[in-house]
Structure formats: structure tokens, C-alpha cells
């Protein structure tokens, strides 16, 4: 029997409804038949503390049916709900290899159904990322790139199950170093030749930790283990040159996503300068035209001043890429709008004329606040 935890599909649970599958201990005991109910957060809490668990061929057909909870409820709690999946992804990658592919199997099904919700919301937590570098680099970082793994293979048009292992192994790829990218993101002295060494070990390492946990796709398996390889021979750990499609899509959401993240030893780049980053690595690749076209040239989240003199966020993609859809938050003059206005930068007077930081507007944003401008649309 293939389980997960039940704090890993909490988003699945609607307190005072039938539950769409059954709970079990830690022993695989039967606690709650499906259709039973949780009756408040305290008993749930309780389930968490006893290690409850869930079935995951029961949780897969149980994702089958109508939810029973409004889009706006669910909106409401998309923060929250964002927030808690970091510390279900460092828990899944930090389980014992006996653990690990059921574990990955159920924060998978919770994070797609986050971003399933709202795509653009999930691109805007990619774009919007922690100052001062809060939270756990590997497991953010890991989040970041198979959210753009996913958005990616949907670009493409890659199929269900295509699209489902991209964001897999995204999420999986530096399993092997997962602590190490968290302390490194604070580094400023050099690298120790143990972190040299673990860094390039880590790919073909984390391809036999996911082996030796039961995962047996090829396909994923292999782009783990090549992430980090080149077509002319140079990368790490084989230099190999015969490089796979997913283990090249896996590099360049690596570097995009890595780029807009700040470090220790540099600042965040903005979308369109880790866009330009990736168009030199690989400009006539389709892959990485399809990473950067899935999140815009301003993508969801992003600051910026329109023509008419007005600050505001991007709320989705336009018709060209230079053309977003955003939220006008002030007045030419600067001022806080009680109500924001919906610009089309494709009219002249809207047109976006530059990128900002968040710290340029004269409010603070929340998650709250881009998840109802955002989400809502």
C-alpha cells in the first residue's frame, strides 16, 4: 500500500464535509471511512500530530471528483495554503528512501492543485520571490523550478503525464543537496572542496536515491541525472553530450528560476534579464523559447509604469508579449487607488515603459492582496 501523509493533501480537505478518501495511522489502521467528516481544525491537528495518512491510489481517484468548496473559498486560502506547501515539499524530499516516491507523489498532487487554481498566481510566486532570501532555498528553488518545468511542457503542449513527470523531476533534481543549496544561498566564502564535491555528485546521486525509493520512469530518472550535463561535452557529472529533452528543460528552469532568486553574494535579476540569460545560452532552442514565452516577457506579479504615469502589477500575459494585462494600484500622480483600474498595455497610453522593484510602490502588496488581483481574474 502506497501512502502519503495527510498534512500533504490538506488542501484536499474541507472541514465539516464528507471526505473524499479514508484516513489511516501510522500502522495503515483505519481511522475515517471516505465520506466521514473532520469536524474542526482542532481534530485535524490531531490526525497531523498521530501521523495520519492517506492511500495514494485512493487520493488519485478521489481527485476525480467535484470538489466541494467554491473557487472564491478555496482563493481564499491559496496564501495559506502556497505558505504550508513549502514545508510539505521539505518534509517529502527529506523522507527515508521507503518514503520518498509516495511522499513526492502527494505534494505533487497538492502543488498542481495550487496551481491548477490559479496558473498566473503560481507564476507570480516564481517572480515574487522572499526578500532577504526567507524560507528554505532548496526547497523554494525546487517549488520555482517545476512550476516553470510545468508551465513550460503546457506551452509545448506536452501531454497530461509529459507534463506531470517534467514537474517531478524539477522538484526532485537536487533531492541530493537539498540542505547544501540552503546554506549556500547565505554563503560569501568560497566553495570547500567537500561542497565542490557534493554539488557535482548530487545529480547522479539524487538519480539513485529516487531509484532506490522505487521510482522506475526512465525518463524522470534520466533527466535527474543530466540537469546539469552540456551538448558540447563540458557539464557535470559524465560530460556527456547526448543530452535528453527534459533534462535540458530541467537546466534552463534551473538557471531561470535560480537567476530570480537574490543570493548572498548578488542581487535578484528581473524576468527579462534572466530571460535574455537563457535566449544566450540557448537561443535557437524551442525549450527555452517555450520557458520564457510561458512566463512573459513581464510576467504575473511584476511591477510596472504605463505611459499614463501609473504603477502597477501584472495580473496575466496579453496578446504579445510586450503587451500584459495589469492592474493600475495608483494615479499618474503616484497616489494609492482605493480600487485598481484594469489597464491593457496594449493601448499607447498604457504601454508599459519600465520594469519596477517592489519596494517602488508606495503601498505594501501582501500574498493576500496579488492572490485576490491575480487569482481573481
Known amino acids: 500500500m502506497r501512502v502519503c501523509s495527510l498534512s500533504s493533501v490538506k488542501n484536499r480537505i474541507v472541514l465539516g464535509a464528507p471526505l473524499p478518501f479514508s484516513v489511516r495511522d501510522a500502522a495503515h489502521m483505519l481511522l475515517l471511512a471516505r465520506g466521514q467528516v473532520i469536524a474542526d481544525e482542532a481534530q485535524l491537528t490531531e ?20 470538489r466541494q ?16 506547501s513549502k514545508q510539505q515539499v521539505r518534509q517529502a524530499l527529506s523522507a527515508p528512501v521507503a518514503e520518498l516516491a509516495a511522499s513526492v507523489d502527494g505534494c505533487t498532487d497538492h502543488l498542481l492543485s495550487l496551481i491548477e487554481l ?3 498566481v503560481a507564476l507570480s510566486q516564481v517572480v515574487r520571490q522572499p526578500e532577504g532570501g526567507a524560507g528554505h532555498y532548496g526547497v523554494n528553488h525546487s517549488i520555482h523550478a517545476a512550476t516553470a518545468c510545468l508551465a513550460s511542457a503546457r506551452y509545448l503542449g506536452w501531454n497530461d503525464a509529459e507534463q506531470r513527470r517534467a514537474f517531478q523531476a524539477a522538484l526532485t533534481m537536487n533531492v541530493a543537496m537539498l540542505d547544501l543549496q540552503a546554506r549556500l544561498a547565505h554563503q560569501v566564502s568560497a566553495l570547500t572542496n567537500l561542497q565542490r564535491e557534493t554539488i557535482r555528485e548530487h545529480p547522479e546521486k ?28 563540458s ?21 531561470y528560476t535560480a537567476r530570480l532568486s ?14 535574455r540569460e537563457i535566449l544566450q545560452m540557448a537561443a535557437s532552442s524551442p525549450l527555452a523559447a517555450a520557458l520564457i ?7 504575473p506579479g511584476c511591477m510596472v509604469k504605463l505611459a499614463s504615469g501609473e504603477i502597477g502589477v501584472v495580473l496575466r500575459n496579453g496578446a504579445k508579449a510586450y503587451h500584459p494585462v495589469v492592474a493600475a494600484l495608483t494615479n499618474a500622480q503616484g497616489e494609492s487607488r482605493k480600487q485598481p483600474l484594469t489597464r491593457d498595455s496594449a493601448r499607447s497610453e498604457h504601454t508599459v515603459v519600465a520594469l519596477l522593484s517592489a519596494q517602488s510602490l508606495p503601498m505594501r502588496l501582501s500574498d493576500e492582496r496579488i492572490v485576490s488581483l491575480i487569482g481573481g481574474e
Open 118 to 120: 490559479s496558473p498566473d
Open 206 to 233: 539524487g538519480a539513485e536515491m529516487l531509484s532506490q525509493a522505487g521510482i522506475d520512469d526512465a525518463d524522470w530518472l534520466e533527466a535527474v541525472l543530466q540537469h546539469h550535463e552540456l551538448s558540447d561535452g
Open 293 to 299: 514565452k510561458a512566463f512573459g516577457i513581464f510576467p
Open 235 to 255: 557539464g557535470y557529472p559524465r560530460g556527456s553530450s547526448d543530452i535528453g529533452e527534459l533534462a535540458e528543460l530541467l537546466r534552463f528552469a534551473d538557471v
Open 262 to 275: 537574490a543570493r548572498s553574494n548578488r542581487p535578484a535579476m528581473s524576468a527579462q534579464q534572466a530571460g
Open 47 to 66: 490526525l497531523f500530530q498521530r501521523g495520519a495518512l492517506v492511500e495514494i491510489e485512493e487520493l488519485a481517484v478521489s481527485a476525480q471528483t467535484p
Open 69 to 84: 468548496v467554491s473557487k472564491a473559498q478555496r482563493l481564499t486560502r491559496l496564501p495559506s495554503d502556497w505558505d504550508n
